[in-house]
């Protein structure tokens, strides 16, 4: 493909990655909803049997040559590899096994989606980075931390999608996709590592930039008017990176629960799978290390020490939770509760090495200080030490961002397992495709109700880890305990 073809197939692509991100996940939770709510699951339609992160309701029109064709689109909505005419007229459909079609459909969808996400890439670079009114307002060590290596990511983008494109051009029924990510991801995806863990620095600098610089904030708002962003905010092209490597291993998720057991596209699925978690794990603990950092920074500002200070801020320390409890003092005979001198109030830092006690704050949330002190005890609906046979699922219909160490920030579609509630409206959960736990508010997410539903979400996020070795072996050991 010449470069001007190249750049005319970025052109043409009808969706910016946030607005195809949004729709894929809005169509996903919605699937999930009239899969809950039949009876049985088994009658589901083909259509409605697995969420595809964007599913058009109308085929191709244009009849361009097949490069372009692929992955333009006039309308608001991607295509379906079935839809393409020249899928359509070759005859393979009515050879082709409908799971092998829904494989298909998986593997096109990889490809599309990277596409739409290489044109917001490109358009973070060309209409802000490279911003002439920008450059003159941010000092080089501004734009370095707001931009980060924004041009290495967009490379490694552009030479992933050009051979995924190359793959989709061999043949009109595709052989396979996760070969090719299998070998970017390890040669090549170490640059979202640096880019997500550098997420902390990038979110202060910026929120410093709109208050300390009127010019900045002037330009940014003038930019994002440009019909070319659609509505969309600056700060959703910084986080395309973060979002892009978590939902790319998603959809290697979704094309392995697709292949055939024991085949070698199970296995390719499988050994990308395993990287794609290798890469995402690695991005989130970069961006641990250096919210723990700025977090410890913080808090031993807070903190004064009556007789001998005591030094917080460590490398291999970090918050696990803080809030207020109340304690109880005098005599054992006299403890009760309606003896209210017998308590004080006390405010507590509960770092993973050292309990800090502190001056009395008011208030009290019992349950979730009993998961963080002890996070192996039983919870209310499910031992931690015995196998996961069925529990309540929910499923994430509003994005949640955590604000305590021990919350879990959630996206549109996750499921988790509930672990635990509180009367006051909190989950303990453990989301199914990475096992994260972690509290979050009951009003973000919808309750999964058919048990059926819920058994094949469990079956699937098995087979999904079955290579991950150390998975296993946590698994194991947690069945035998």
């Given at each position: ?17 946030q607005?195809?991100r949004d ?25 409605e ?7 058009p ?32 007229n070759?005859?393979?459909l ?35 980075m ?9 000092h ?29 051009e ?12 299998y070998?970017?991801t ?6 979202y ?35 070319k ?5 600056f700060?959703?092209?910084?986080i ?24 070698d ?15 995402v794990?690695?991005?989130n ?61 006390i405010?507590?830092f ?35 030490t ?23 920030s ?14 006051d ?9 990475d096992q994260e ?10 309750e ?18 079955k ?15």
């Amino acid at each position: 493909m010449t470069a001007d073809s190249w750049r005319n197939l970025i052109e043409h692509i009808g969706l910016l990655y946030q607005e195809y991100r949004d729709k894929s996940t809005r169509e996903e939770i919605e699937t999930r909803r009239l899969q809950d709510s039949q009876t049985d699951p088994e009658e589901t339609s083909p259509s409605e049997e697995t969420p595809s992160e964007a599913e058009p309701t109308s085929t191709i029109e244009n009849k361009a040559p097949p490069q372009i064709n692929l992955l333009r689109n006039s309308n608001s909505r991607f295509n379906l590899w079935q839809d393409l005419p020249e899928v359509q007229n070759s005859g393979v459909l009515s050879i082709l096994q409908p799971d092998e079609i829904k494989l298909q459909e998986a593997m096109f969808e990889l490809v599309t989606s990277e596409a739409s996400y290489y044109k917001s890439l490109n358009l973070l670079v060309s209409h802000f980075m490279e911003n002439e009114r920008l450059k003159k307002i941010l000092h080089q060590s501004e734009a370095h931390i707001l931009f980060s290596n924004v041009l290495d990511v967009m490379a490694v983008s552009e030479r992933f999608l050009l051979d995924l494109e190359q793959r989709v051009e061999e043949n009109i029924v595709i052989s396979d996709v996760c070969d090719i990510v299998y070998q970017h991801t390890v040669n090549h995806f170490s640059v979202y590592i640096t880019y997500v863990s550098n997420q902390t620095y990038q979110e202060r600098a910026y929120k410093q930039l709109l208050q300390d610089k009127p010019a900045f904030w002037e330009v940014i708002s003038q930019l994002e008017l440009d019909p070319k962003c659609k509505g969309l905010s600056f700060s959703s092209f910084l986080i395309l990176p973060f979002q892009r490597i978590t939902r790319l291993k998603l959809l290697v998720q979704n094309i392995l629960k697709k292949v055939e057991e024991k085949s070698d596209r199970e296995s390719t699925a499988l050994d990308a799978h395993k990287e794609l978690e290798t890469v995402v794990k690695a991005c989130n603990e970069g961006v641990r290390k250096m919210s723990r950092t700025e977090q410890m920074i913080s808090i031993q500002k807070k903190l004064e020490f009556k007789i001998k200070s005591v030094p917080i801020i460590s490398h291999s320390r970090w918050l696990l939770k803080q809030g207020e409890l109340q304690q109880m003092n005098g005599p054992k005979t006299s403890r009760t509760l309606r003896t209210k001198k017998l308590f004080r109030e006390i405010y507590l830092f509960l770092f993973n090495d050292l309990l800090v006690i502190c001056r009395q704050i008011p208030g009290s949330e019992m349950k979730r200080w009993m998961i963080s002190l002890a996070p192996n005890r039983r919870t209310k609906f499910v031992s931690f030490t015995s196998r996961l046979v069925d529990c309540p699922q929910i499923q994430c219909v509003h994005p949640y961002v955590a604000q305590q160490p021990d919350e879990l920030s959630l996206e549109l579609a996750d499921v988790l397992n509930i672990l635990d509630k509180t009367d006051d409206g909190w989950i303990f959960g453990e989301r199914l495709h990475d096992q994260e736990r972690g509290w979050f508010p009951s009003s973000i997410g919808e309750e999964i109700l058919n048990p059926k539903i819920r058994a094949q979400n469990l079956k699937e996020c098995f087979r999904v880890h079955k290579s991950d070795d150390s998975q296993r072996r946590k698994l194991g050991s947690r069945n035998r305990q």
